[in-house]
């Protein structure tokens, strides 16, 4: 019999798998979804975005359900859109229907990522916390790399509805370990405490009053400014555009249509669940602040390898011996990028926000951070193919690698260090407005 951490870990992974397929399955089979539906560039956002939008309103959406309903039956809802979603894929037939089942499946991916690293966090003891809640990152890459591995081998003889239907497996796993766990005990204790005692926060009421100090005002501020800031900066490092247009990058990289971009997209997917696997060993033990300080570092410097293959192509008449190598010059930068953004912007955000919020806000504050993520992962999903062709792919790199930068400075000047922190002194650091650097002192 698998222990209850166990099945939370298992269940963690099929929730991040049906995020990962989610938000790339789409790329694979763009080219062909193109030609079948006459889309040009603008087409291909809308189909790609519509999912990520829809995403945004499942995350808003998380933290009134979850609230009221409890962890478990907002994970069912997730489920029953998912399995509802990837069955409907089997049988459609137009544009319009494969959007309306993106909008879906994004409702659905939009509430598992609020709740499910909640329910990870709230339900898993504090020397494993770390780990569980950034198994949610490395499904997310898991799935990503199942979608590469299914379109690159069967996009010649499988159906697009059947490549993209693969998420009814994870989505059907999902179900049957969900029923196996118990609710969220914080959730049911806070549940009880409400129920007594409505005031929401009670540790920051002064006597008398019934208004909430400014201090803790201004650090529960703080608090969620700089989760849903670390999410934007994870949105606009590049990783949302280099996930659902990778084949696309490589061709105008220089890698040739079809079978070549594919494979070198494959390439990229490994890269990223690998060095994930990594992360988890590191998280608790490295600490997040070194990794996301030494990771945005190296981000930067991957951003600056592809600007350089760019402009070796772009230049072609100063740079003609090297062009030949520019493709794999962009291979190797990306690669790197893929490498620190998976032991750094990929799962410590999740981890953070698990851990910072304190529990009488927990709902609302990850909810926010991630609707925050949502919205700007849109906004790339939207934009990006458009700003490749009117800017150019260097210009496009060079906005991500001073992202990359800013990422750097703010996790020098104010992400704190929480590894084995139990979350009852990080709450007490943030209701006795701490700050933000020392929270986990």
Same mark, same amino acid.
């Given at each position: 019999m698998l222990t209850q951490t166990t099945r939370i870990a298992c269940l963690v992974l099929c929730f991040g798998l049906l995020f990962g397929f989610g938000i790339s399955s789409i790329a694979g089979v763009l080219q062909r979804l193109s030609m079948t539906f006459a889309l040009d560039a603008s087409g291909q956002e809308w189909l790609v975005s519509t999912l990520i939008v829809a995403s945004f309103f499942g995350a808003i959406f998380a933290s009134p359900l979850s609230l009221k309903l409890g962890r478990k039956p907002t994970m069912w809802i997730a489920i029953t859109l998912a399995l509802m979603g990837?069955?409907?894929?089997?049988?459609?037939? %137009?544009?319009? %229907?494969?959007?309306?089942?993106?909008? *879906?499946?994004?409702?659905? @991916?939009?509430?598992?990522? @609020? *709740? @499910?690293?909640?329910?990870?966090?709230?339900? &898993?003891?504090a020397a494993q916390r770390g780990a569980v809640v950034s198994l949610f990152q490395l499904a997310i890459t898991g799935g990503i790399l199942l979608a590469y591995t299914v379109a690159l081998l069967f996009i010649d003889t499988w159906s697009w509805q059947s490549i993209l239907a693969i998420g009814l497996v994870?989505?059907? *796993?999902?179900? @049957?370990?969900?029923? &196996?766990?118990?609710?969220?005990?914080t959730w049911l204790t806070t549940r009880e405490k409400y129920v007594e005692s409505p005031p929401p926060i009670q540790v920051a009421i002064q006597p008398g009053t019934d208004r909430i100090e400014p201090l803790t005002k201004n650090s529960i501020f703080a608090v969620l400014a700089l989760c849903g800031g670390l999410f934007v900066l994870q949105n606009l490092s590049g990783i949302d555009g280099i996930i659902y247009y990778a084949p696309h990058i490589f061709q105008t990289l220089g890698f040739a249509p079809g079978t070549a971009s594919l494979a070198a997209t494959f390439g990229l997917g490994l890269v990223n669940f690998l060095s994930t696997l990594v992360a988890l060993r590191l998280v608790d033990s490295a600490g997040r602040r070194a990794l996301l300080i030494w990771g945005s570092g190296a981000m930067a410097i991957g951003m600056v390898m592809v600007i350089a293959a760019s402009i070796i192509l772009q230049e072609g008449a100063y740079w003609s011996d090297l062009q030949a190598w520019s493709g794999w010059v962009g291979l190797l930068g990306l690669s790197l990028f893929i490498m620190a953004f998976a032991v750094s912007l990929g799962p410590l955000p999740y981890v953070m926000m698990s851990e910072l919020f304190p529990t009488a806000i927990r709902e609302t504050g990850i909810a926010v951070a991630s609707s925050v993520s949502w919205l700007f992962n849109a906004l790339i999903a939207f934009t990006f193919l458009s700003a490749i062709e009117q800017l150019g792919l260097t210009w496009s790199m060079t906005f991500f690698m001073i992202v990359c930068v800013l990422s750097l400075v703010i996790s020098v000047l104010y992400v704190p260090e929480t590894r084995r922190v139990s979350l009852e002194k990080i709450e007490n650091n943030v209701m006795r407005g701490q700050a933000l650097r020392r929270l986990g002192e």
């Amino acid at each position: 019999m698998l222990t209850q951490t166990t099945r939370i870990a298992c269940l963690v992974l099929c929730f991040g798998l049906l995020f990962g397929f989610g938000i790339s399955s789409i790329a694979g089979v763009l080219q062909r979804l193109s030609m079948t539906f006459a889309l040009d560039a603008s087409g291909q956002e809308w189909l790609v975005s519509t999912l990520i939008v829809a995403s945004f309103f499942g995350a808003i959406f998380a933290s009134p359900l979850s609230l009221k309903l409890g962890r478990k039956p907002t994970m069912w809802i997730a489920i029953t859109l998912a399995l509802m979603g990837y069955a409907a894929l089997l049988f459609a037939t %137009s544009y319009s %229907s494969l959007l309306l089942i993106r909008i *879906v499946l994004g409702l659905s @991916v939009g509430l598992s990522s @609020v *709740v @499910v690293p909640m329910y990870a966090a709230e339900s &898993t003891p504090a020397a494993q916390r770390g780990a569980v809640v950034s198994l949610f990152q490395l499904a997310i890459t898991g799935g990503i790399l199942l979608a590469y591995t299914v379109a690159l081998l069967f996009i010649d003889t499988w159906s697009w509805q059947s490549i993209l239907a693969i998420g009814l497996v994870p989505a059907l *796993v999902a179900g @049957v370990l969900l029923v &196996t766990l118990p609710e969220s005990q914080t959730w049911l204790t806070t549940r009880e405490k409400y129920v007594e005692s409505p005031p929401p926060i009670q540790v920051a009421i002064q006597p008398g009053t019934d208004r909430i100090e400014p201090l803790t005002k201004n650090s529960i501020f703080a608090v969620l400014a700089l989760c849903g800031g670390l999410f934007v900066l994870q949105n606009l490092s590049g990783i949302d555009g280099i996930i659902y247009y990778a084949p696309h990058i490589f061709q105008t990289l220089g890698f040739a249509p079809g079978t070549a971009s594919l494979a070198a997209t494959f390439g990229l997917g490994l890269v990223n669940f690998l060095s994930t696997l990594v992360a988890l060993r590191l998280v608790d033990s490295a600490g997040r602040r070194a990794l996301l300080i030494w990771g945005s570092g190296a981000m930067a410097i991957g951003m600056v390898m592809v600007i350089a293959a760019s402009i070796i192509l772009q230049e072609g008449a100063y740079w003609s011996d090297l062009q030949a190598w520019s493709g794999w010059v962009g291979l190797l930068g990306l690669s790197l990028f893929i490498m620190a953004f998976a032991v750094s912007l990929g799962p410590l955000p999740y981890v953070m926000m698990s851990e910072l919020f304190p529990t009488a806000i927990r709902e609302t504050g990850i909810a926010v951070a991630s609707s925050v993520s949502w919205l700007f992962n849109a906004l790339i999903a939207f934009t990006f193919l458009s700003a490749i062709e009117q800017l150019g792919l260097t210009w496009s790199m060079t906005f991500f690698m001073i992202v990359c930068v800013l990422s750097l400075v703010i996790s020098v000047l104010y992400v704190p260090e929480t590894r084995r922190v139990s979350l009852e002194k990080i709450e007490n650091n943030v209701m006795r407005g701490q700050a933000l650097r020392r929270l986990g002192e």
